[in-house]
């Protein structure tokens, strides 16, 4: 069982930069590909990012690529979501994800554990 926590949403101005982090429990954190997903109002979910176990291997919606950076530190069982040039359609309430795959560069998410949200909220 894993618990995730998700932290540092709020309103920013369109433009700007945010880092959302996911703090997780247990031990064997290292063992989990982690992701981020979103989800706007009257809208589907969607995926936004994902990190390998080690941090070697990363995704990106096409939406978010080269504005936003997905990292982790295994040492504080911590994943982040680094946004930057924030837009109005940016908005949405993230949440973080964990699926076990240990030792795997080759992975999916959003099939495990999943965290309550935070809403970030981006004024244009």
């Known amino acids: 069982q894993v618990q995730l926590v998700e932290s540092g949403g709020g309103l920013v101005q369109a433009g700007g930069s945010l880092r959302v982090s996911c703090a997780a429990s247990?031990?064997?954190?290292?063992?989990?590909?982690m992701g981020w997903f979103r989800q706007a109002p009257g809208k589907e979910r969607e995926f936004v990012a994902s990190?390998?176990?080690?941090?070697?291997?990363?995704y990106y919606s096409d939406s978010v690529k080269g504005r936003f950076t997905i990292s982790r530190n295994n040492a504080k069982n911590t994943v982040y979501l680094q946004m930057n040039n924030l837009k109005p359609e940016d908005t949405a309430v993230y949440y973080c994800t964990a699926d076990w795959a240990p030792g795997k560069e080759d992975y999916k998410v959003g099939f495990g554990f999943w965290g309550q949200g935070t809403q970030v909220t981006v004024s244009s």
């Open positions: 990190i390998s176990w080690s941090g070697g291997r990363t």
């Open positions: 247990g031990r064997t954190f290292s063992n989990y590909a």
